[in-house]
């Protein structure tokens, strides 16, 4: 099970309840309501990995490209 604690914890930024992290890959995103639900996206924007449903993604997605300001080693051109 997900220590949803430590997620929070470690995250690079938190948006309603969602844990952005980031990663070589590009960004982990955990719902933090519901740890079972969660999204991998490449540097360019693309769902590697997810458990979430289209709606839910493309909602993560638009809280990332609003708040990627706030991801110190995020590149700018993507997404």
């Given amino acids: 099970m997900t220590d949803v604690r430590k997620v929070a914890d470690e995250a ?9 992290t980031q990663n070589k890959e590009g960004c982990r995103v955990l719902n ?5 639900k969660a999204t991998v996206f ?7 990995e997810t458990s979430m449903d289209d709606i839910e993604i493309q909602i993560v997605k638009s809280y990332l490209e609003k708040n ?3 991801l110190e080693e995020w590149d700018a051109e993507v997404l």
């Fill in 12 to 20: 690079d930024m938190i948006v309603n309840g969602y844990a952005f």
């Fill in 68 to 70: 990627r300001k706030f």
């Fill in 32 to 36: 933090l309501n519901r740890p079972d």
């Fill in 42 to 48: 490449s540097k360019t924007g693309e769902v590697l």
